[in-house]
C-alpha cells in the first residue's frame, strides 16, 4: 500500500512556505523526496534514513518520525522554480530495494 | 554525466499491436525498475530487476514482460496492446549510495497512446 501524501495540490505566492506531508500505514524504513518538474523526470532531492533525522538544502528541508509513520517535507519562502509535483518513496517491504512512492502533491508558485 | 536513455518518447499505435519500450543506461547499476504514470500523477512500478536474468514484479499488476540480459538494457514488451495500456512509462535504474540508500535516475519517459 502506497504512502498517502497530504495535501494533494498546493497554490503558493513566491515567498511563501509550504509544508508537505507522507503518511505510511506500514513501517517506514527510510524515506525518499524526488520533485518532477511538468513533462519532465522525476528528481530527486534527498533521502531520509533514520528516525528524527532532519535534512535540507537550499530552502527545502525534510523531517522523518519513525514512530509515527510519517515524513514532511518543508518548502522556505518558495520560489518560481519550486512547482512541480512532489513525491515521497519508500521501500516496499523494509528490506527490499523496490520504492514504493506516495500519491503525490502538485506545487504551484505564483507570482 | 550518467544517463539513462528510453525510447521512442511517444508513441501512437493502434490495438493489437505488439511494443517494446526501450531503455538503457550507462552508469553501470545493477539495479532498474520500470514505472507507470497515468495523468493523474501517481507513480506504480510495475517491474524490477536487481541485475541480470532476475527480474520481479512490482506492486502494481501490468500484463507488459521485461527481460534483463544485459545490465544496461532493461526493455518492456507488450505483446497486444490496448487502450487501457495508454499511459506514460518511465525507466529508473539505481545503486547503493554510501549511505547505503538506493538513489534512482530516471529516464525521460515514453508516452505510449493505443487507439
Known amino acids: 500500500q502506497q504512502p498517502v501524501q497530504s495535501p494533494q495540490a498546493v497554490i503558493l505566492r513566491e515567498g511563501e512556505d509550504a509544508v508537505i506531508n507522507c503518511s505510511s500505514s506500514?513501517?517506514?524504513?527510510?524515506v525518499h523526496w524526488y520533485r518532477q518538474k511538468h513533462g519532465e523526470a522525476p528528481v530527486f532531492l534527498m533521502i531520509?534514513?533514520?528516525?528524527?533525522e532532519q535534512k535540507g538544502h537550499d530552502k527545502i528541508s525534510a523531517s522523518f518520525n519513525e514512530k509515527k509513520q510519517q515524513s514532511s517535507l518543508y518548502l522556505t519562502a518558495s520560489q518560481l522554480s519550486y512547482s512541480g509535483t512532489y513525491f515521497c518513496?519508500?521501500?516496499?517491504?523494509?528490506?527490499?530495494?523496490?520504492?514504493?512512492f506516495g500519491t503525490g502533491t502538485l506545487l504551484a508558485v505564483q507570482p | 554525466e550518467a544517463d539513462i536513455y528510453q525510447t521512442p518518447r511517444y508513441l501512437v499505435i493502434g490495438t493489437g499491436k505488439k511494443i517494446t519500450l526501450e531503455c538503457s543506461q550507462t552508469?553501470?547499476?545493477?539495479?532498474m525498475y520500470w514505472y507507470q504514470q497515468d495523468p493523474g500523477m501517481e507513480l506504480h512500478l510495475i517491474h524490477y530487476?536487481?541485475?541480470?536474468?532476475?527480474?520481479e514484479k512490482g506492486d502494481l499488476s501490468s500484463e507488459s514482460t521485461v527481460s534483463r540480459i544485459r545490465t544496461e538494457h532493461f526493455p518492456l514488451t507488450l505483446e497486444s496492446a490496448r487502450p487501457s495500456h495508454t499511459s506514460q512509462y518511465l525507466c529508473?535504474?539505481?545503486?547503493?549510495?554510501?549511505?547505503?540508500?538506493?538513489?534512482?535516475?530516471f529516464g525521460a519517459g515514453s508516452r505510449l497512446t493505443v487507439l
Open positions: 531520509l534514513l533514520k528516525g528524527g
Open positions: 530487476s536487481y541485475g541480470v536474468n532476475s527480474t
Open positions: 529508473a535504474s539505481s545503486d547503493r549510495a554510501s549511505s547505503g540508500a538506493n538513489v534512482l535516475t
Open positions: 518513496g519508500t521501500p516496499y517491504g523494509g528490506a527490499t530495494n523496490k520504492l514504493i
Open positions: 552508469m553501470g547499476h545493477d539495479k
Open positions: 506500514k513501517a517506514l524504513y527510510s
